[in-house]
DNA sequence: CAATGAATACTGACTGGTCAGTTCTATCCC
DNA sequence: GGGATAGAACTGACCAGTCAGTATTCATTG
């Protein structure tokens, strides 16, 4: 049982040195070295490296997931909703920059422990896009929004220009402004216009 | 010099393995073997395996580059552009799978050899975003467009959005609409609008 | 056209280094 | 005291990369 301190050195450290390099590139005995651990304490923790990996990223991206649905809970207004989300995204991912590479460098399929792994990864995934995809949907219901895709779809959306934003913050406007005003353009794209349509 | 025939089936069976799980997990011996080739003529066509990694993502990008291209040439309205883009590069990773996968499995830094790879990848996949963001700025010139953001940081969005598309198209709707109906979502919100704005 | 030989393409067994994972003893500190 | 830990030393698997030898191609010559 113990203290599960040095456990979580050992997923700081292999947080930044995994997010740094390559599985392959990464060895133990770096990570227990920059964590000043001993080699078979990280065996006491994690099965094996891949177990540390996983581990890494699914503590990580649990976190995310609990910011995510305090915003669900505290807001009401579906645009203000979406605007917060991807604020606490952004904000979340570049405090853990490290973390952002690790979740996005898709690892592959593997129907072994590995496929177990990923399942929990997308789970998780999943939980976080519900809630930009429950804003939606809550916009839909109430007929602010229209949309020819689904709740889910449009969620995904969103997953992926705030990816390719944070990829290149320098290209985007100032601060903390651009995760709402990417939100606001697609928004846009979901208020129901009157006049003339876009194709 | 001889047919590069040897040197073409490396690649093609590079590519399905690399995509099919991580670097450190695709052997040389599993390539070689696939591709129905001795080991040592891989190091006679590429310097090492890492060559070869890269080999097979810019030889698959520079494919892709070319395609959209020609878009650019054969298109005058911006939206009609947008939408053939956004199809066109969705055709392709359709067909390639594999390297669709490659392609955005970000691989990290390094300032040496691997470094200047990266670079080359950055340069072509810049070009290939150049193309959405030159519609863009074609649609803001022509005043049928008001943006907040920059055409460039608008086609890394529109890239974003293709990339979570295609990573589920089981969830997107019908066929070869979506890529078309995501860019008009986006485009939308591009036009100007006269009344209520969204915040 | 056949014979010759040189150059080039190719093969796959082998090697050397690397590293995950284990074990064990001395040490820490609760 | 006793469980947790450090960390050195070890092992065994694994694999990138090599290289000596074989096959193929092609130009040259009688």
């Known amino acids: 049982m113990g203290c599960k301190r040095k456990a979580k050195r050992i997923l700081q450290t292999a947080e930044r040195l995994f997010a740094s390099g390559r599985f392959h590139e990464v060895t133990l005995d770096q990570i227990c070295q920059e964590a000043g651990v001993g080699k078979g304490t990280i065996y006491r923790y994690f099965d094996d490296k891949e177990d540390l990996y996983f581990q890494v990223i699914l503590t990580g991206l649990d976190e995310l997931v609990e910011s995510m649905r305090q915003v669900r809970?505290?807001?009401?207004?579906?645009?203000?909703?979406?605007?917060?989300?991807?604020?606490?995204?952004?904000?979340?991912?570049?405090?853990?920059?490290?973390?952002?590479?690790?979740?996005?460098?898709?690892?592959?399929?593997?129907?072994?422990?590995?496929?177990?792994?990923?399942?929990?990864?997308?789970?998780r995934h999943q939980a976080?896009?519900?809630?930009?995809?429950?804003?939606v949907r809550m916009?839909?219901?109430?007929?602010?929004?229209?949309?020819?895709?689904?709740?889910?779809?449009?969620?995904?959306?969103?997953?992926?220009?705030?990816?390719?934003?944070?990829?290149?913050?320098?290209?985007?406007?100032g601060g903390d402004e651009w995760p709402a005003v990417v939100v606001e353009l697609l928004e846009s794209g979901l208020l129901p216009r009157e006049n003339g349509e876009t194709s």
Chains 1, 2 share one sequence.
């Open 128 to 135: 976080m896009l519900d809630v930009f995809a429950d804003f």
């Open 139 to 173: 916009g839909i219901e109430s007929e602010r929004y229209t949309a020819r895709l689904s709740p889910e779809a449009i969620a995904r959306l969103i997953g992926g220009m705030l990816r390719s934003g944070l990829r290149n913050e320098d290209e985007m406007p």
């Open 73 to 123: 809970e505290q807001v009401d207004d579906p645009g203000e909703g979406l605007r917060k989300a991807a604020c606490r995204v952004v904000e979340f991912y570049r405090k853990r920059h490290a973390l952002f590479r690790l979740m996005h460098t898709e690892q592959i399929r593997g129907s072994d422990r590995k496929g177990q792994m990923w399942q929990k990864w997308h789970t």
